[in-house]
């Protein structure tokens, strides 16, 4: 898969606490990942870098080519990887409370395993239309998915800042892992929230329909987000999978 991507502090944030990489296995198999620090006082950066450097230093000691051996992995890696936030956490006063989100898909030649903590999300766009692939772990999706308010109301509610699940907060770190076939053509799309806080889905979708290639996509997307005054760090990565199309 073809993959460009970038990360932006924003027009409000003093700082940039995203993180964002690609990896190759010893079996030529890409791991695209995104995390999103949180905390603000409290080392988010450091919860996000350490995350995204742990878990793509380890995947490129891999042989990993099957969705269900991907899967496995990625559990047993996220679940390792949350005690070693906690454990450096709890070992320096200045990183006590540092946690981040995570959007991880290993790229095989014909599917996607999809794992995410939190907020950050990933897309799937196919022709004209946009996906998307992870369900946020906040308050606000929570609410929704109960049915306590209406889809309408959690676009503005105030749980949408309050993460439900992530990296480094207590003993259990649940992600959601899933995987779908992919076809010549598609677009990958992960991204922290700073994006979806100014952009619809039918804005991406234009804009990446507009540019003329990923990487150009990637630039026009988080410049209109910093364009509409975004109040985050914005992080974009599109892979398109080869053979088809003018990306």
């Known amino acids: ?7 932006d502090r924003g027009t409000v944030r003093a700082d940039n606490q995203d993180y964002v990489d690609v990896f190759v296995n010893q079996r030529g198999v890409q791991l695209a990942i995104v995390a ?4 603000g006082q409290n080392a988010g950066d450091v919860a996000a870098t350490m995350a995204v450097s742990h878990f793509g230093n380890d995947w490129l000691m891999t042989q990993i080519y099957t969705p269900s051996a991907a899967k496995d992995w990625l559990l047993a890696q996220t679940l390792q990887e949350n005690k070693k936030i906690l454990t450096t ?3 320096y006063k200045t990183l006590k409370g540092m946690a981040t989100t995570l959007v991880i898909a290993v790229i095989l030649p014909n599917s996607l395993v999809i794992s995410n903590l939190g907020d950050s999300r990933a897309y799937l766009l196919r022709r004209d239309s946009i996906l998307q692939l992870t369900q ?3 308050l606000a999706s929570e609410l929704l998915r109960r049915g306590a308010i209406t889809s309408e109301e959690a676009k503005d509610h105030p749980g949408r800042n309050m993460i439900t699940r992530q990296l480094g907060v207590n003993t259990e770190a649940k992600p959601d892992i899933q995987d779908m076939k992919i076809e010549e053509g598609d677009l990958l799309l992960l991204t922290t929230d700073g994006l979806g806080k ?3 889905d039918y804005e991406v979708v234009k804009i990446i329909q507009d540019s ?4 150009l996509a990637v630039a026009h997307l988080i410049a209109t987000a910093n364009q509409k005054s975004t109040p985050d760090n914005i992080t974009v990565l599109l892979g398109m999978q080869e053979g088809e199309g003018e990306y």
């Open 1 to 7: 898969m073809k993959i460009a991507f970038a990360t």
């Open 36 to 39: 999103d620090g949180v905390g």
């Open 89 to 91: 956490a709890n070992r």
């Open 136 to 138: 946020d772990h906040n």
């Open 198 to 200: 100014a952009l619809s």
């Open 212 to 215: 003329d290639n990923i990487s």
